[in-house]
């Protein structure tokens, strides 16, 4: 294999981890690495597809125990006080918000890191994007 092909590999399976399933507080503290999540319900919806992130509401994920095949509203806009689950805050008309909270659905049972910071790229799952500066920097 040439080392061109094994390092577009390489790189390909780094940016489809993320850390899951571990007892830290911070999936990034984590040595055990997991694929990231897929929102099953991505063909029949578009809430995800929305351009702009929310406020950034936390510099980490939060970890959620999740059912297979019941369908969730991940909160994109930053405002629930429900976090990171929707609470409909985005409803309300004097806070002015067009995001839409992200429904899905998980095939498995069990603990997923939802994002907390707004930012993914792959909603409603941690990709690890809050480890950057500006997001940690952001939240205190
Ligand atoms: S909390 Fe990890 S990407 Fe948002």
Redo the contacts with the bound molecule.
């Keep these: 294999m040439s080392l061109f092909i094994r390092g577009v590999r390489t790189q390909r399976a780094l940016m489809h981890r993320?850390y899951s399933s571990s007892k830290s507080s911070d999936?990034?503290s984590s040595t055990e690495v997991k694929t990231i999540p897929k929102n099953l319900l991505e063909g029949s919806q578009t809430s995800h597809l929305q351009p702009e992130n929310g406020a950034?509401f936390?510099?980490?994920?939060?970890k959620i125990h999740l059912e297979a095949n019941k369908t969730y509203s991940w909160c994109l806009c930053g405002k629930s006080k429900s976090q990171p689950i929707c609470d409909g805050m985005h409803k309300n008309e004097f806070l002015k918000i067009k995001l839409r909270p992200v429904r899905f659905q998980v095939e498995k049972t069990g603990d997923y890191?939802?994002?907390?910071?707004?930012?993914?790229?792959?909603r409603p799952?941690?990709?690890?994007?809050?480890?950057q500066p500006d997001?940690q920097a952001a939240v205190r």
């Design positions: 993320m999936p990034a950034i936390d510099k980490k994920p939060f890191w939802l994002c907390n910071c707004k930012q993914t790229k792959h799952f941690c990709d690890g994007t809050h480890k997001i």
